[in-house]
Nanobody, 124 residues
Framework: QVQLVESGGGLVQAGGSLRLSCAAS????????MGWFRQAPGKGREFVAA????????YYADSVKGRFTISRDNVQNTVYLQMNSLKPDDTAVYYC?????????????????WGQGTQVTVSS
C-alpha cells in the first residue's frame, strides 16, 4: 500500500557524512513507524535506526548511536537518516522500512514494507 524509495547513497571517505532519504507514496507515513536497516555483503539485514509515528521517539543500534540521526517529515512524507563520522564498517545497502501496526519497532520482521535500498560505500 505504501511504496518506499531510498536515495542519497554514494561513496564517501571515512569520517565523512551522507544523508539518506526515504520518499513514500501511496499512503501517508504518519500512520507508520519507520526504520532504517542495512545489509553488507554476506551478512544479514541488521537494524540501524527507528522512529515513532510522530517522531517523538527514536532508537538506534549501538554501532551507530551518536553518529546517525533518524528523522521524519510527515508533511513531505519523507524519512531521513543523517550519517556522520562514517566508518568502513558502515558500508552496506541501506533500506527504509515501514510498519503500520506499531508505534516503533526495531525488529526487522515487524516491518511490512521495504524500499529497494541505496548503496553506501565508505572508504578507508
Amino acid at each position: 500500500q505504501v511504496q518506499l524509495v531510498e536515495s542519497g547513497g554514494g561513496l564517501v571517505q571515512a569520517g565523512g557524512s551522507l544523508r539518506l532519504s526515504c520518499a513514500a507514496s501511496g499512503r501517508t507515513i504518519s500512520s507508520y513507524a519507520m526504520g532504517w536497516f542495512r545489509q553488507a555483503p554476506g551478512k544479514g539485514r541488521e537494524f540501524v535506526a527507528a522512529i515513532s509515528r510522530g517522531g517523538d521517539t527514536t532508537y538506534y543500534a549501538d554501532s551507530v548511536k551518536g553518529r546517525f540521526t533518524i528523522s521524519r517529515d510527515n508533511v513531505q512524507n519523507t524519512v531521513y537518516l543523517q550519517m556522520n563520522s562514517l566508518k568502513p564498517d558502515d558500508t552496506a545497502v541501506y533500506y527504509c522500512a515501514a510498519d503500520n501496526r506499531r508505534d516503533l519497532t526495531t525488529n526487522r520482521w515487524s516491518y511490512d514494507y521495504w524500499g529497494q535500498g541505496t548503496q553506501v560505500t565508505v572508504s578507508s
